[in-house]
């Protein structure tokens, strides 16, 4: 994690109430837990869950995700979408969505430092916040150990 991330954070509660009552930025999806864990360890950290909506993908066809993914969208006036694996369902539904929509955004591979760095950008643009936060995520990535 970058410190530009640590300096940027506030801890005051009545900043969290002011960013968690924004409407999403941008939606969170995949399989089980995963967007709202991964929401969940955004909003512990920052304090700034609000951003996104959590959608998971459990129980559902790929109709239904879908579905589900267009009303999110639509409802909060969302195109920033966030998925957990590149050939995974839930990335599967939004790229259908992206033939009919070319604005929307799509990340895949989402890692918690790529959610950070989003959120601390809130200049207004959200599709230029997702670009910008998907080389955090890259460089968040390691490996330790032996070869």
Known sequence: MSASIFRKMKSSTEDSAADSSHRPRAIVAGHGDFPGGIVSAVEQISGRGGVFRAISNRGM????????LRQASVDDGVRVFFTDLPGGSATLAVRRMMREN????LITGTNLATLLEFVFQSDGDAVAAARRSVEKGRVALGCFGPP
């Open 102 to 105: 070319p604005e929307i955004v």
């Open 61 to 68: 066809s790929g109709q239904d995700i879908e579905s589900s």
